[in-house]
């Protein structure tokens, strides 16, 4: 058993190196100029779409969010997302920018899908308080006190509804 949560920044590094050696296919996300998507499967049956904020050579990442698939919650799908900014880039605003056009992303795709609504899932471990107040500025919701599944460490997590027509937050003050 783990004894910490997943840690999106060892993803972003991993994601660095593959767009380093070329193996990654990755897709402008419209209509952001530095901003790119990436699917794939980490596990049968598991949709991840990575998006990443590169600068101007599109060989470095700026910023990175993961979001996976975590089920249905009244027919709704649930998506959890976990972000990730290189040190030298910390402080800067680009974790509240890309999960901002994250999310936005992620409720147009749904409702294209057909659904009504989506939600946005975050677990973020207790000592994590930088991206504690990312999570709580851009999704603005209560956080919920939970165990982590999977590490059984300590975590919040916070859960936030969009409705796909409008893209209104239905939930918090979005």
Not at 48 to 54: D, E
Not at 117 to 140: G, Y
Request: hydrophobic letters at 35%; aromatic letters at 4%; charged letters at 25%.
């Amino acid at each position: 058993m783990s004894r910490q949560l997943a840690d999106p920044h060892a993803s972003m590094l991993s994601f660095q190196q593959g767009l380093r050696q070329g193996i990654l296919d990755i897709s402008r996300v419209r209509p952001h100029d530095d901003l790119y998507s990436h699917f794939d499967e980490p596990a049968r049956g598991v949709g991840r779409l990575t998006y990443v904020r590169l600068d101007e050579s599109r060989k470095k990442i700026r910023a990175f969010i993961s979001c996976i698939m975590n089920g249905q919650e009244d027919g709704a799908p649930c998506i959890a997302v976990g972000c990730a900014v290189p040190k030298a880039l910390r402080g800067k605003g680009l974790a509240k920018l890309i999960l901002q056009d994250a999310i936005k992303d992620q409720v147009v795709m749904a409702g294209r899908a057909g659904h009504a609504k989506v939600l946005i899932e975050a677990v973020i471990d207790v000592e994590n308080v930088p991206s504690q107040r990312v999570a709580e500025s851009v999704m603005k919701v209560e956080r919920e006190p939970i165990t982590d599944r999977e590490s059984q460490r300590p975590a919040y997590r916070y859960t936030a509804t969009y409705e796909t027509a409008t893209g209104r937050q239905l939930d918090g003050q979005g």
